[in-house]
């Protein structure tokens, strides 16, 4: 009889002790469940930004809340369009429409990665303070890529899982998440959050009535029949394209980009004056003073332009030339081993790994098998000798290469000179049909380069601004043919397009500010410094209560377990 009551009391022990490991274990998760959603909702984030604009600090200290002045430029500007479109549609019997902001990856990826959830994070508050006008939307674009079919401004460009799509209607804005980010000139690193502007020139785009202007520029010659291609992707990059003769029109007042495409005569300088008085190169220089953009196309072909190429001289770049039997050539540049012809004469381009100019083609190099991008008939860029070059250590804790770029500080100006693209290590320079020059490998001949120019715009009294222009040169005019930018086979309109988003400047009101990011790393007595409303004891005590709990509960029962067996 007792050893049956000792077997049923030990089988309701076993069971107790079963039912109180399954409980701890469900309770485990469901708190690992809790934490996350909590996470997600921005309940438990700890941010020490301070709302300088109202002079309060903000109650939900998340990961950088958006400013009020960015809150209100929607909400004043975007909102209202968007009421405007869906009353037309009403009267016309259809159905209201939002602005939508597409991340082509699972919420839970774009949550988990370091940079894209700063960017999730500023969509999701613009849909919770506007959650009838505004709607965040995930697409994983490897198991449905058909979805993002329509946002490809061509059948060859692609759209990445770091992209972030702005939709309205039938206009649309596609970003790299480098875009949202400013990173150091001596680093490949972000230091700064920078996606307010950028946010609010997207929303403002697909919202407003009128496209920034892109001008192709016609009266030195430039090819027109063998940039259609090019033009169309222009535009379906949001860009209204237009033509520009800039030794008699001035250069309209939305123009955000000037084009070039494999000019044959020199551009107006000095006192060779334009019909209207003023310089082309006079005028091109004020263009690029208002933080703007220039691209020019060249190639082993372009004759000599000796007033543009003084002009792109103080921008770093400079045309390679040789001479062979007394005759002065442009570099051809050839490579027998990474080639897409016969004769070598269309080399595979090798990417820039770091850097400023590296950045433009992150999202390309950032797939297991980034595009192959050809550079038929190119000639090769050369920096500037006014430029000197600064080195960039690598830095193993941060992971980044070493790399090299070109810095000009001259009168007030600083402009950097980067790298976008490089011919291989087996590349050579012809001038005259014969070997000229062998590239050497960390100095390889450049195809394709980028220079910035850096102020500081003083946007009020108290606050200022940096900005930059761009001049980007590609060493081939068949980069961008008709031939290449329609064929799937190469990278080309990519590179066109992270081009066209890197540069595109579509103006945001100036009192948007970019936000250094904070330092992470657990100062007890900096973070109080630093704002946050907890104190060393506090924080202390809290630490020690979240770590003794479990220790406390799981002892407690260890003793209880333990006087019950003890006394049965």
């Given at each position: 009889m007792r050893?049956?009551?000792?077997?049923?009391?030990?089988l309701?022990?076993?069971?107790?002790?079963?039912?109180?490991?399954?409980?701890?274990?469900?309770g485990?998760i469901?708190?690992n469940?809790?934490v996350s959603?909590?996470?997600?909702?921005?309940?438990?984030?700890?941010?020490?930004?301070v709302?300088?604009?109202?002079?309060?600090?903000?109650?939900?200290?998340?990961?950088?809340?958006?400013t009020?002045?960015?809150?209100?430029l929607?909400?004043?500007?975007?909102?209202?369009?968007?009421?405007?479109?869906?009353e037309?549609r009403?009267q016309?019997?259809?159905d209201?429409?939002?602005?939508n902001?597409?991340?082509c990856?699972?919420?839970d990826?774009?949550?988990?990665?370091?940079?894209m959830?700063?960017?999730?994070?500023?969509?999701l508050?613009?849909?919770?303070?506007?959650?009838?006008?505004i709607?965040?939307?995930?697409?994983?674009?490897?198991?449905?890529?058909s979805a993002?079919?329509?946002?490809?401004a061509?059948?060859?460009t692609?759209i990445?899982?770091?992209?972030?799509?702005f939709?309205?209607g039938?206009?649309?804005?596609?970003?790299?998440?480098?875009?949202?980010?400013?990173?150091?000139?001596t680093?490949?690193?972000p230091?700064?959050?920078?996606?307010?502007?950028?946010?609010?020139?997207?929303?403002l785009?697909?919202?407003?009535a009128e496209s920034?202007?892109?001008c192709?520029?016609?009266n030195h010659?430039?090819?027109t029949?063998?940039?259609t291609?090019?033009?169309?992707?222009?535009?379906?990059?949001?860009f209204?394209?237009?033509?520009?003769?800039?030794?008699?029109?001035?250069?309209?007042e939305?123009?955000r980009?000037?084009i070039?495409?494999?000019?044959q005569t020199?551009?107006?300088a000095?006192g060779?004056?334009?019909?209207?008085?003023?310089?082309?190169?006079?005028?091109?220089?004020?263009?690029?003073?208002?933080?703007f953009?220039f691209?020019?196309?060249v190639d082993?072909?372009?004759p000599?332009?000796?007033?543009?190429?003084?002009y792109?001289e103080?921008?770093g770049?400079?045309?390679?030339?040789?001479s062979?039997?007394g005759?002065?050539?442009?570099?051809?540049?050839?490579?027998?081993?990474?080639?897409?012809?016969?004769?070598g004469?269309?080399p595979?381009?090798?990417?820039a790994?770091?850097g400023?100019?590296?950045?433009?083609?992150?999202?390309?190099?950032?797939?297991?098998?980034?595009?192959?991008?050809v550079?038929?008939?190119?000639?090769?860029?050369?920096?500037?000798?006014?430029?000197?070059?600064?080195?960039?250590?690598?830095d193993?804790?941060?992971?980044?290469?070493?790399?090299?770029?070109?810095?000009?500080?001259?009168?007030?100006v600083?402009?950097?000179?980067?790298?976008v693209?490089?011919?291989?290590?087996n590349?050579?320079?012809?001038?005259?049909g014969?070997q000229?020059?062998?590239?050497?490998?960390?100095?390889n001949?450049?195809?394709?380069?980028?220079?910035?120019?850096e102020?500081v715009?003083?946007?009020t009294?108290?606050?200022?601004?940096?900005?930059?222009s761009?001049?980007?040169v590609?060493?081939?005019?068949?980069?961008?043919?008709?031939?290449v930018?329609?064929s799937d086979?190469?990278g080309n309109?990519?590179?066109?397009?992270?081009?066209?988003?890197?540069?595109?400047?579509?103006?945001?009101?100036?009192?948007?500010?970019i936000?250094?990011?904070?330092?992470?790393?657990?100062?007890l007595?900096?973070?109080?410094?630093?704002?946050?409303?907890?104190?060393?004891?506090?924080?202390?005590?809290?630490?020690?209560l979240?770590?003794?709990?479990?220790?406390?509960?799981?002892f407690?029962?260890?003793?209880?377990?333990?006087?019950?067996?003890?006394y049965?």
């Open positions: 050893n049956n009551e000792y077997r049923s009391g030990h309701g022990r076993r069971t107790l002790f079963t039912l109180i490991t399954i409980l701890v274990i469900l485990t469901l708190l469940l809790l959603v909590l996470g997600q909702e921005n309940i438990w984030q700890i941010d020490s930004t709302n300088r604009y109202t002079n309060e600090r903000f109650k939900n200290l998340t990961l950088y809340t958006p009020a002045p960015f809150m209100k929607i909400g004043d500007s975007a909102i209202p369009m968007v009421d405007q479109v869906n037309e009403a016309r019997g259809e209201p429409i939002t602005i902001i597409i991340f990856a699972e919420r990826i774009v949550w988990n990665s370091d940079r959830r700063y960017v999730l994070y500023t969509a508050q613009l849909e919770k303070e506007y959650k009838n006008h709607k965040v939307d995930f697409i994983n674009i490897n198991k449905n890529p993002v079919q329509k946002y490809k061509t059948s060859a692609r990445y899982s770091s992209n972030v799509i939709e309205f039938t206009e649309y804005r596609v970003y790299s998440m480098n875009n949202f980010f400013v990173n150091n000139e680093s490949s690193e230091w700064a959050y920078n996606a307010e502007k950028h946010f609010a020139n997207a929303i785009a697909v919202t407003r920034p202007v892109a192709f520029l016609t010659g430039e090819n029949t063998d940039c291609e090019l033009r169309q992707l222009v535009r379906k990059s949001g209204v394209v237009q033509d520009l003769d800039l030794s008699k029109d001035p250069i309209p939305n123009c980009m000037l070039c495409y494999d000019p020199d551009f107006y000095f060779n004056l334009s019909e209207d008085g003023i310089s082309e190169i006079d005028k091109l220089d004020k263009y690029l003073d208002g933080c953009s691209m020019l196309f082993d072909q372009t000599e332009l000796p007033n543009l190429e003084e792109l103080e921008w770049v400079t045309i390679a030339r040789g062979s039997d005759v002065e050539d442009n570099y051809t540049i050839k490579d027998t081993v990474s080639k897409l012809d016969k004769d004469y269309s595979l381009a090798t990417y790994t770091a400023l100019g590296a950045s433009i083609t992150a999202d390309m190099r950032n797939v297991s098998y980034p595009a192959k991008v550079f038929p008939n190119a000639t090769a860029i050369v920096k500037a000798q006014a430029y000197k070059y600064t080195y960039v250590a690598a193993e804790t941060e992971g980044t290469e070493a790399y090299r770029f070109g810095a000009y500080y001259r009168n007030g600083t402009r950097y000179f980067n790298d693209f490089l011919a291989s290590d590349a050579v320079a012809e001038v005259n014969e000229y020059e062998v590239t050497t490998t960390g100095n001949f450049k195809l394709m380069t980028v220079t910035t120019e102020r715009v003083q946007e009294n108290y606050f200022s601004q940096q900005d930059r761009f001049l980007c590609f060493g081939s005019t068949e980069f961008a043919s008709n031939e930018l329609s086979a190469y309109a990519d590179v066109l397009m992270a081009s066209l988003r890197a540069m595109g400047r579509e103006v945001a009101p100036a009192e948007l500010d936000i250094a990011f904070k330092n992470y790393e657990m100062d007595e900096a973070a109080a410094a630093g704002g946050l409303t907890v104190t060393r004891g506090v924080l202390i005590a809290t630490v020690v979240y770590a003794a709990i479990p220790a406390i509960v799981f407690g029962l260890g003793i209880y377990v333990t006087v019950r067996r003890k049965r």
